[in-house]
């Protein structure tokens, strides 16, 4: 019995879709699972695709139990009428439910588009496999996702030992392949994650006139994905001639007042150069986060892959990334 979660902040749309008369479909499976798992799947609504990797339990829409053969089914009569992204994942047992595994054997989610209508089937056939290679049949918008998805895989294992030249090379072409299938995808929602897949930085969307282009195609798309993927497009908002003399005054304001407490409590001034860092900080992933953490305590490599479960290509791939995200020369001059 598929079991529903009261409370999320996502209940306003949960209720729209009973209101709705769109026929209901149907969200079934079999999934392949050792006895290290919890036999229960557990279906997340997700709001935007910058909450792909999110830790919220909130998110969690619907639970449904494996059969003793593996098999689950979720009714999608409570989801949004319009096309939407979930996440389903699956729980080691001992594991708080809203648990994630990133990268690595263990990777217990994936990624899919459905709408209140669609009747889909998800079958992961054997236990060898990670979950992240589940198959979604008979959709043709998540084949285009399984196939980003294959991009991105091959390209993460390509980047392993190479050199800072080529991988910044190979990440170049990755980015350029997937912004072709945006350009042509006939799917508003395999376009988007397309371009999310690319962990391009909000600078780098407003800059980059393909991303304009795409939100300009589909300006007839209803979707709320869209919308808030264009929202990150524009620049900050003018104010009026008042808002503006008020907002200089205030800041002047401000900046007097801190003068005046770090003359008189002695405060230092932040170096130009950990400001930049800062600032730098701020365009790293979650998961690169997590990896600089782990370079400034000095860990190795084969260190960093046991503590995430990940593979060691995949750290160096991390490593590269933060290394030219952060303008750093060395591993050293992050751990100063």
């Not at 019995?1 to 209940?11: A, D, E, N, Q, R």
């Not at 988007?192 to 939100?215: D, H």
């Not at 400001?275 to 900080?281: H, I, K, R």
Request: with cysteine.
């Amino acid at each position: 019995m598929t079991k529903i979660f009261v409370g999320s902040p996502l209940c306003w749309m949960l209720c729209l879709a009973l209101a709705s008369n769109t026929a209901a479909g149907q969200i079934s499976g079999q999934m392949a699972l050792d006895t290290s798992w919890q036999q229960v799947a557990y279906l997340s609504l997700l709001p935007s695709f910058d909450e792909m990797h999110t830790l919220n339990k909130d998110y969690i829409v619907a639970a449904a139990p494996l059969g003793k053969d593996g098999t689950f089914s979720i009714s999608t009569a409570i989801l949004p009428e319009e096309p939407s992204l979930y996440r389903l994942h699956f729980v080691k047992k001992g594991d708080p439910t809203a648990t994630l595994i990133l990268g690595g054997p263990n990777e217990n989610h994936f990624f899919f588009v459905a709408a209140r209508s669609d009747t889909l089937q998800l079958v992961l056939p054997n236990d060898k496999l990670p979950i992240s290679e589940t198959k979604v049949l008979h959709s043709a918008v998540n084949r285009v996702l399984r196939e980003i998805d294959r991009y991105h895989k091959a390209f993460t294992e390509m980047q392993g030992g190479q050199s800072s030249l080529k991988t910044q090379l190979l990440e170049r072409a990755f980015h350029e392949q997937l912004l072709v299938i945006a350009d042509t995808t006939r799917f508003v929602m395999a376009g988007l994650y397309a371009l999310y897949k690319t962990e391009i930085q909000k600078s780098e969307m407003i800059q980059n006139p393909g991303s304009e282009a795409f939100v300009e195609k589909w300006r007839d798309n209803p979707s709320p994905y869209l919308a808030h993927f264009a929202q990150e497009l524009r620049p900050p908002s003018t104010t009026s001639g008042i808002s503006i003399w008020h907002f200089i005054l205030l800041v002047a304001g401000l900046g007097l007042g801190a003068a005046v407490t770090a003359f008189w409590l002695g405060k230092r001034t932040i170096p130009a150069a950990e400001s930049s860092l800062a600032d730098n900080l701020s365009l790293l992933s979650i998961q690169e986060r997590k990896v600089h953490q782990m370079l400034a305590k000095g860990m190795s490599n084969k260190e960093i892959s046991l503590e995430l479960n990940i593979g060691v290509n995949t750290v160096k791939s991390h490593v590269s990334s933060i290394l030219g995200k952060l303008k750093a020369k060395s591993r050293k001059e992050l751990m100063e």
